[in-house]
C-alpha cells in the first residue's frame, strides 16, 4: 500500500486542479469575452458559443464536464495543467465529451473554429464552485481501502453504496471512489471537507460506522491519509 501513496498524491493535485482553479477566475467566459458568448443558462447547464480564430491562444482556463457540438471543424493543440500537451482534430458536426479540464489552447489549424459547449453544472461542482480554496479550514483527505483477492466486487458495491449519503452530508464537498486497473482489490476514496470536524462527524454516521464494522469483519483495510493546501503567500 505504501506504494500508492506517492502517485495518489499526484492523482490528488491533478483531480482536485479544477476545484482550485475555479476559485482563480479561470472561467474562460470571464478571461475570453471576445471567444465565449453564452446563451442559455440554468441550474443544470450552461451553454456557450465558442470561438478560436486560426493562429490564435488562450491561457490556461477551466471546463466543467461538458459536450462540445462542433460547428466548423478545427486542429487545436492543448496543454494541460500537468505540462503534456494534446492536438484535437475535428470536423464539421462532430460532438465530444470532455470530463472536468484546465488547458490553455492555441489553433494551430487552417479554419476559424466555431461550435457550442454544453457545461454541465452537478451538485459537486456547484459545492466546489462555492468554496474559498484558501480557506485554511478545507481539508484533503486520501482513504486506501484494500480488500481480499477474488471478492472486489463485494467491498465495490459497499464502498459504492457510501457515496450519496455522504456527498449529502453538509460537510462534504467531494467524495470520489477510484478502483486500481493492476490489483482490483486496492481502493482509493479522494475526499474533501470543509473541515477537519467534518471528517469527524462524517466517521460519526450511522453508514459509517456500520461500513467499518463490515470492513473489520470481513477483513479490509482502511488508511485515511489527510492533507492540508499548502498557503502560496508563505514569505
Known amino acids: 500500500m505504501q506504494n500508492l501513496i506517492p502517485a495518489a498524491i499526484s492523482f490528488l493535485v491533478l483531480l482536485l486542479a479544477p476545484f482550485f482553479a ?3 477566475d479561470k472561467d474562460p467566459l470571464q478571461l475570453y469575452p471576445d471567444n465565449y458568448k453564452m446563451i442559455f443558462e440554468n441550474d443544470r447547464v450552461r451553454v456557450l458559443d465558442f470561438k478560436l480564430k486560426k493562429g490564435a491562444k488562450e491561457n490556461a482556463h477551466m471546463h466543467p464536464a461538458h459536450v462540445a457540438h462542433v460547428i466548423t471543424g478545427f486542429k487545436i493543440r492543448f496543454t494541460f495543467a500537468d505540462g503534456k500537451t494534446a492536438i484535437r482534430e ?3 458536426g462532430d460532438v465530444l465529451f470532455s470530463e472536468a479540464v484546465i488547458h490553455a489552447s492555441e489553433n494551430i489549424g487552417d479554419t ?3 461550435g457550442i459547449l454544453v457545461e454541465m453544472k452537478t451538485t459537486d461542482a456547484k459545492k466546489l ?5 484558501a480557506d485554511p479550514n478545507l481539508l484533503s483527505t486520501v482513504t486506501f481501502i484494500t480488500g481480499k483477492e477474488g471478492k472486489e466486487e463485494e467491498l465495490k458495491r459497499e464502498l459504492l453504496a457510501l457515496s450519496a449519503p455522504t456527498r449529502a452530508e453538509p460537510g462534504n ?3 470520489d471512489l477510484y478502483q486500481s486497473p493492476n490489483k482490483k482489490n486496492e481502493f ?3 475526499e474533501v471537507w470543509k473541515s477537519a470536524q467534518a471528517l469527524e462527524d ?3 454516521t ?3 460506522k456500520a461500513s467499518f464494522e463490515k470492513r473489520e469483519k470481513q477483513g479490509w483495510k482502511t488508511q485515511i491519509i489527510p492533507w492540508k493546501r499548502v498557503a502560496e503567500d508563505v514569505k
Open 206 to 208: 450511522p453508514h459509517i
Open 129 to 133: 464552485a462555492a468554496i474559498n480554496p
Open 173 to 175: 464537498i467531494q467524495y
Open 90 to 92: 475535428t470536423k464539421n
Open 202 to 204: 462524517h466517521k460519526a
Open 112 to 114: 476559424d473554429a466555431h
Open 22 to 24: 475555479y476559485g482563480q
Open 188 to 190: 482509493m476514496r479522494l
